[in-house]
């Protein structure tokens, strides 16, 4: 079992930045980021692959959100930048072990979730 813990989330104006993190208890092959809405489905944000770094992200935040990791800690991180109210949301960090060494936007591949951090852009 991974354990998983989300940090750095908040409340901003749009236009903002702001950078989550996830500290992981063990390596994992592949890591992502969701989020959920009020009333909507938890949805793909960002994933990124230990073996080789490569990075893929929902057409959303493509251009203002990046995504990395440092392999050395297990850590991992979401720069959001020109934050907008759609992008207020819980964020969760996700990892997975059992879905090979490409990053993937399944939510359902993924076999380890944070508690999730809110984040909050208004005027």
């Known amino acids: 079992q991974v354990k998983l813990v989300e940090s750095g989330g908040g409340s901003v104006h749009p236009g903002a930045s702001l950078e989550l993190s996830c500290q992981a208890s063990?390596?994992?092959?592949?890591q992502g980021w969701f989020r959920q809405a009020p009333g909507k489905e938890r949805e793909f944000v960002a994933s990124?692959?230990?073996?080789?770094?490569?990075?893929d992200y929902a057409d959303s935040v493509k251009g203002r959100f990046t995504i990395s990791r440092d392999n050395m800690n297990d850590k991992m991180y979401l720069q959001m930048h020109t934050l907008k109210t759609e992008d207020t949301a819980v964020y969760y960090c996700?990892?997975?072990?059992?879905?090979?060494?490409?990053?993937?936007?399944?939510?359902?591949?993924?076999?380890?979730w944070g508690q999730g951090t809110q984040v909050t852009v208004s005027s």
């Open positions: 990124i692959a230990w073996i080789d770094n490569s990075v």
């Open positions: 996700a990892a997975t072990n059992s879905a090979g060494f490409t990053t993937t936007r399944d939510r359902g591949k993924y076999e380890f």
């Open positions: 063990a390596r994992t092959y592949v």
